[in-house]
């Protein structure tokens, strides 16, 4: 059951209340209670003093009889109990009973007090008398020896009915005192409650978005602050939220107008948000009858909207490795690029779909395009050089300089068609490796021996550093001496003092690593990332002079990929350049 804070102020203050009055109460009746006890005894110790002087002379003379009628006739004056006790305890006289029908007191606690000297004092049940009695006992002595003891002693009862009465008034203060401050806790404890009732109900309004709700409390103290400080923050929450509805908008109509499709997904991968394009892309792959709207699509799996497993390797790829990844995928025969990236706080994913159809349909183009021309001029390249060489033979030597000039460009044009050729079947993948075992050492050997002759017509060093037991590797010989011959070429073409140093090891045991490095003229940084694609050379002229074609690391690349490696290039400028190719292999 739901306890307001009035009710528990309230029964916070009555609890004290009570607690302080039940406190007050018990410790009031029992200092007064001693208060009483002791006056009484002090006035019964004064009592028996004045007793004495009258009972000594008549205890000194052995005067019983008149002993015990003194004290009669003095008890029943002052309504006090008086009892003269021997030192061997037996009862002389009492003012209540027969002391010859009185049992020994030599015993008793205030007796034994007042027989040693002193005076002695006891609260008690009495019974002879059989009721409740206070006892002042002290003893009667001459010449320094104690001969006797007087006690004198009144009933409790007298107290008692003085304490009742006492206790009766008390009672009815208390009660007053604790009904003026109930009334008091009641108003203290609805002055607290009402100002934060309001200001609940304010924040209730608030949360079910009424940001117009206010609390105007009339109190300057704490809860005033409080009020004050709970309207500027509703109106600071207003103005924020206004804002932030108005972001929201804009931020919608941005997402809605993005041509490329747009996917947010939780780290459960499930749809947190998509936008019109990937509804129309999706609605383009599975057709239904009805149109499906975006947010139909929220809360569902991504796979079951769309049922394309390489954006699935994608995704679970980027989720596995917390890294942004890109890739093409192919829905309802258009092409686009899906660039996923991660969402480290959220571990989500957003995927965006690039439609790269017709990019991919004008690379198809300009691929077929080079091919049909590498090949309609490859038959009249080679029958210029034909001819210049029937020439050769038959011109005089001052007109020959001019046919080795159309001889060595014919070369080159030739080469350029040629690596065109088989670079276009290498990114189709027309190219069928011829999977065999291949000896690594051997096959760097014989590249080796083919620039002997070059490497010292330029004065260069050419070491082979092969790990013992290199082993063998899986993989097309023809195509992986083509891939070092393009990558020693290049070394020994763009170094001119130095060495060009090749280097095979083992990688653990999933591969072998390869290292080709120069002390070449380098490679500037902003060029590294363009040097492996088509036709992309440093330097224009120095590679035209050296007759480069600008296709060889293009080609180098693919043969690369074909056996399912990888390709790094390391370059500093001045320093010489170092590439570094790890091909998978079974180790033999």
């Given at each position: 059951m739901k306890r307001s804070i009035f009710s528990r102020i309230f029964a916070g203050y009555l609890l004290i209340v009570f607690a302080l009055s039940g406190l007050i109460l018990i410790f009031s009746f029992k200092t007064i209670k001693d208060h009483y006890i002791d006056t009484f005894t002090a006035n019964l110790k004064n009592l028996g003093i004045i007793l004495k002087l009258k009972i000594t002379p008549l205890l000194e003379e052995n005067r019983r009889v008149d002993l015990d009628n003194f004290v009669k006739k003095w008890g029943k004056e002052i309504n006090t109990r008086i009892t003269v006790i021997a030192p061997d305890g037996e009862v002389y006289a009492d003012s209540e009973k027969d002391p010859s029908s009185m049992e020994n007191h030599r015993d008793r606690p205030e007796v034994v007090k007042a027989l040693e000297g002193g005076i002695?004092?006891?609260?008690?049940?009495?019974s002879t008398v059989k009721e409740d009695m206070l006892y002042v006992a002290m003893p009667v002595e001459k010449e320094g020896k104690v001969i006797g003891v007087v006690r004198v002693s009144i009933f409790l009862k007298q107290i008692k009915a003085l304490m009742q009465d006492l206790r009766r008034r008390i009672s009815e203060v208390a009660l007053l005192v604790i009904i003026v401050s109930l009334l008091g806790a009641a108003l203290f404890a609805r002055s607290l409650s009402r100002p934060i009732r309001d200001l609940a109900r304010a924040s209730h309004r608030v949360a079910a978005g009424d940001?117009?709700?206010?609390?105007?409390?009339?109190?300057?103290?704490?809860?005033?602050?409080?009020?004050?400080?709970?309207?500027?923050?509703?109106?600071?929450?207003?103005?924020?939220?206004?804002?932030?509805?108005?972001?929201?908008?804009?931020?919608?109509?941005?997402?809605?107008?993005?041509?490329?499709?747009?996917?947010?997904?939780?780290?459960?991968?499930?749809?947190?948000?998509?936008n019109e394009s990937f509804r129309k892309?999706?609605?383009?792959?599975?057709?239904?009858?009805?149109?499906?709207?975006?947010?139909?699509?929220?809360?569902?799996?991504?796979?079951?909207?769309?049922?394309?497993?390489?954006?699935g390797e994608l995704v679970e790829e980027v989720r596995r490795k917390k890294e942004n990844l890109s890739g093409e995928i192919e829905l309802n025969g258009r092409n686009y690029l899906c660039s996923a990236t991660f969402l480290g706080a959220r571990e989500g994913i957003i995927v965006v779909l690039h439609d790269i159809t017709e990019f991919k349909k004008l690379e198809k183009m300009k691929k077929d395009f080079v091919v049909n021309v590498s090949h309609e001029l490859r038959t009249p390249l080679t029958a210029i050089k034909g001819f210049v060489e029937t020439l050769e033979e038959e011109i005089d030597q001052q007109q020959k300089h001019y046919l080795e000039v159309i001889k060595k460009h014919t070369e080159r044009l030739?080469?350029?068609v040629q690596d065109l050729l088989l670079l276009a079947r290498l990114e189709e993948k027309e190219v069928a490796l011829e999977w065999e075992e291949v000896n690594l050492k051997n096959l760097i050997e014989d590249v080796a021996r083919i620039f002997e002759e070059k490497v010292k017509d330029k004065g260069l060093t050419l070491r082979l550093e092969v790990e013992e037991d290199i082993g063998s590797i899986k993989g097309d010989t023809f195509k992986l001496e083509q891939m070092f011959i393009n990558l020693v070429d290049n070394a020994v073409k763009y170094t001119e003092k130095g060495e060009v140093k090749i280097s095979l090891r083992r990688e653990g045991s999933v591969g072998v690593k390869i290292e080709i490095q120069d002390t070449g003229i380098g490679i500037p940084a902003e060029h590294l990332e363009r040097i492996f694609e088509r036709f992309y050379v440093v330097n224009k002229s120095r590679s035209r002079r050296l007759g480069g074609t600008g296709l060889g690391l293009s080609i180098v690349r693919h043969i690369v990929l074909l056996h399912n490696g990888e390709i790094n290039v390391e370059s500093t400028p001045g320093a010489g350049s170092k590439f570094v190719i790890i091909l998978p292999a079974s180790l033999s």
């Open positions: 002695g004092r006891s609260l008690r049940y009495s940001f117009d709700a206010r609390v105007f409390l009339k109190s300057k103290d704490e809860l005033g602050e409080l009020g004050k400080s709970f309207n500027y923050m509703t109106e600071k929450i207003k103005t924020l939220f206004t804002d932030l509805a108005l972001q929201k908008e804009e931020l919608d109509s941005i997402i809605f107008s993005i041509q490329e499709g747009l996917l947010v997904l939780d780290k459960e991968g499930k749809i947190v948000l998509s892309i999706v609605q383009e792959e599975v057709p239904s009858s009805r149109s499906v709207s975006v947010s139909e699509y929220r809360g569902k799996f991504y796979w079951e909207v769309v049922r394309e497993s390489r954006l030739i080469n350029i």
